[in-house]
């Protein structure tokens, strides 16, 4: 994620009502770096799918237990998050896009392959070694506030900006109705010296 054109997209699921610590240093983070140390003392902190309250960016319905998702980078509040609230127990599709031009140096977030948001994002500089929290590089581990509180599905890293058509297309393909196929089987029972036929049915897993 430590290119001026990358994009990470998931699928998420959550009900948590907490964004964790409460700053972005220690937020509830799906691949995050606390690259100055402990306690948010500096260098280049970095947060990718990072969770964070509605009310504390102007977003959602005023209820302080709604959260949104976005990404950051430095020590500055979350830098750009999703209008749309995520812990609502539903299934969402997630796209965080950084692009070196048009705009410069820009991460765009996208819900449910629609655009919501993006602005200026610099260049991040850290190491993630695991998913599902942000790692303090001071050697202090992961704080439980800062696990990652939800079920992922499908995450990818692209090492190329992508579009917005790619985004919609993406969970267009994921969501699409699928027919259930059926087939009918017609054998001999030769052993038997019975004829007979069987119905099958394939159904897809939801």
């Known amino acids: 994620l430590n290119a001026d054109n990358v994009s990470l997209s998931f699928w998420v699921k959550t009900s948590t009502t907490s964004q964790g610590g409460g700053s972005g240093w220690n937020q509830k983070t799906l691949l995050g770096d606390d690259n100055g140390g402990c306690c948010g003392g500096g260098g280049s902190d970095s947060w990718w799918g990072v969770l964070e309250a509605a009310n504390d960016v102007g977003k959602g319905t005023g209820d302080p237990n709604e959260l949104v998702i976005g990404a950051n980078t430095g020590n500055n509040p979350i830098n750009v998050t999703s209008d749309t609230v995520i812990n609502d127990g539903e299934w969402h599709h997630v796209v965080l896009a950084r692009g070196a031009s048009t705009p410069a140096n820009h991460v765009s977030v996208y819900i449910d392959g629609q655009f919501e948001n993006n602005t200026l994002f610099g260049t991040p500089n850290n190491t993630y070694n695991v998913i599902g929290g942000t790692e303090d590089s001071s050697g202090g581990g992961i704080l439980g506030d800062q696990h990652f509180d939800a079920m992922i599905d499908e995450l990818a890293i692209f090492d190329f900006e992508l579009s917005a058509e790619q985004v ?24 038997l010296g019975l004829g007979g036929f069987g119905y099958y049915r394939a159904r897809r897993r939801k």
């Open 168 to 191: 919609a297309a993406q969970f267009d393909a994921a969501t699409a109705a699928v027919p259930e196929p059926t087939s009918v089987a017609i054998w001999s029972l030769i052993g």
